[in-house]
């Protein structure tokens, strides 16, 4: 059987909850919802991704074709799912922290790579602002410093070999009920709430 990702809502939601300031419990349990429904569309196409492999014929374009076929169309949409299931756990758990500078790994990689905290939370927030719904930090082991990555959707502008330690959601839905359109403001609020120890962890 095809392989079924967990929905980790429950989890995620009692980490974070009463714990963002003034990224309200409601916003999460909204946005959740959306996460869900990733995990689903994940899950479903998964298993018609099973059921065509049973009849698939490479020589069929109505099965393979790169205009438009029932292979390409689920392997497409399945990165825009699986993205939205990724993105948004990695978000969440490296909120409902202390946040404030970085600690440990993460801050020594921070000053290698940026100069300072100030400069590395400046380039986040410029970089969160530029993007239309993503914003990583991206350890690099090739060069050993951090980057901050812009992603316009869930699949976008991923980079082979990087490992994201930290997800900034700057879709509205992440912050428009809270927040209106001041991206900048949700930004600031998001940095204040950093699970540095969740950071870290993804260094080791």
């Known amino acids: 059987m095809a392989y079924q990702y967990v929905n980790k809502q429950e989890a995620l939601l009692a980490k974070i909850k009463g714990k963002t300031g003034k990224i309200s419990d409601k916003t999460h349990e909204e946005h959740m919802k959306l996460y869900t429904g990733y995990v ?17 014929d490479p020589a069929n ?15 497409v949409d399945f ?6 299931v990724l993105n948004h756990e990695l978000y969440f758990n490296i ?8 600690t440990g790994k993460a801050a020594d990689l921070i000053n290698k790579s940026f100069g300072s905290f100030d400069a590395y939370k400046k380039d986040l927030k410029a970089t969160g602002i530029a993007a239309r719904g993503w914003a ?8 050993g410093l951090l980057f901050n990555y812009l992603g316009d959707a869930q699949n976008t502008f991923p980079v082979w070999g ?13 912050y428009y009920a809270d927040f209106y359109t001041a991206r900048g403001a949700y930004i600031d609020e998001f940095m204040n709430y950093i699970d540095w120890d969740a950071v870290n962890t993804r260094l080791k």
Do not use: C, M
Request: aromatic share 8%.
């Open 40 to 56: 689903n569309k994940t899950n479903a196409i998964l298993k018609e991704l099973e059921e065509l492999a049973k009849t698939l």
């Open 61 to 75: 374009p109505a099965h393979a074709n790169q205009i438009y076929s029932d292979l390409r169309s689920r392997k």
């Open 79 to 84: 990165t825009f799912a699986l993205g939205g």
């Open 95 to 102: 909120l409902g922290g202390k946040g404030g500078p970085a």
């Open 136 to 143: 990583w930090t991206g350890y690099d082991a090739q060069t």
């Open 162 to 174: 990087v490992t994201p330690i930290l997800g900034l959601d700057v879709y509205e839905h992440a």
